[in-house]
């Protein structure tokens, strides 16, 4: 699979650009006005998705090396990880934040296991409790996240 990471970071790097050519076009310009590359300065560090769920997702996997990140998306994807406690087994997740609202529905997450038997990787089941319980994290964490920046 392809990794999306220079894609998103030449396009991030696009907007930048554009951005910054607006703003040195407006910056010339006299009068008191808000110069309208503003806007396109605060448009380029939105995401896509739930804010909360995202740093939750992130903070949640970040003892595993990550392979793909589109915050654009919502897509967090790791590479595979082996708990130094049982090197002869790894794991690998995928996290999809599916809507900009913090519910339950809007977090799908995926993961792959294997082991090692005779030096090979083999393919082996993920049980559902494992899955449902990195879901319940994230969102646990996002709630969180949500109520601190209430208060």
Known sequence: MPLLIPNVTFRRFATLAAGAA?????????GRERPEADLAAAQVTSIGVNSYLWRAALETLSF???????????VVVTD????????????????AILDQDLRADALRV??????????????????????????????????????????
């Open 110 to 151: 995926a993961a792959s296991r294997q082991v090692l038997q005779n030096g090979t990787w083999i393919e082996a089941p993920v049980s559902a409790a494992t899955v449902q319980k990195l879901e319940d994290i994230i969102l646990t964490k996002a709630r969180d996240l949500r109520r601190r920046s209430a208060l």
């Open 80 to 95: 595979w990880y082996a708990n130094p406690d049982a090197a002869n087994e790894r794991m690998k997740v995928s996290v």
């Open 22 to 30: 607006l703003l040195l076009g407006t910056a010339a310009c006299g």
């Open 64 to 74: 595993m090396p990550l392979a793909q990140t589109d915050s654009a998306g919502g």
